[in-house]
C-alpha cells in the first residue's frame, strides 16, 4: 500500500521560507518519479516540481529559482524549499509519486495535502 504524508506547511510572511517534506511508504520509491502540485481556492491544481528517479527537476516557471525539489531515497522523503515566498504562493501543497522512473506517466499516488499561506 502507498502511503505519502506531508508536514511542513504554516503561515509565513510575504519573502519569507517554508520547507515542506513528505514520507513515503512505497516500496519502489528509489525509481519513482515525484512531484508537488498545488492547488488553491477556486483554481485547477498545478505542478509546482518535479524530480526523476536519477534526480534530474524540472519546475513551474512561476517558482524557478525560488523552489527547490530534493529527494532522499535513504529516508524515503521528498522535500520541497520553498524560498522568497509571495502570497500567490497560498494554497495546499501535495506529494505524488508514479512509477514511471522519468516521470513520463500519471501521478497516481497522492497525499492529503499541506497548507502554505503567505501573507502580504
Known amino acids: 500500500q502507498v502511503q505519502l504524508v506531508e508536514s511542513g506547511g504554516g503561515s509565513v510572511q510575504a519573502g519569507g521560507s517554508l520547507r515542506l517534506s513528505c514520507a513515503a511508504s512505497v516500496a519502489w520509491y528509489s525509481s519513482a518519479c515525484m512531484g508537488w502540485f498545488r492547488q488553491a481556492p477556486g483554481a485547477e491544481r498545478e505542478r509546482v516540481a518535479i524530480?526523476?528517479?536519477?534526480?534530474?527537476?524540472g519546475y513551474a516557471d512561476s517558482v524557478k529559482g525560488r523552489f527547490t525539489i530534493s529527494r532522499d531515497n535513504d529516508k524515503k522523503t521528498l522535500y520541497l524549499q520553498m524560498n522568497s515566498l509571495k502570497p500567490e504562493d497560498t494554497a495546499m501543497y501535495y506529494c505524488?509519486?508514479?512509477?514511471?522512473?522519468?516521470?513520463?506517466?500519471?501521478?497516481?499516488?497522492w497525499g492529503r495535502g499541506t497548507q502554505v499561506t503567505v501573507s502580504s
Open positions: 524530480i526523476t528517479s536519477d534526480r534530474s527537476t
Open positions: 505524488a509519486a508514479q512509477g514511471r522512473s522519468l516521470c513520463s506517466g500519471v501521478f497516481n499516488y
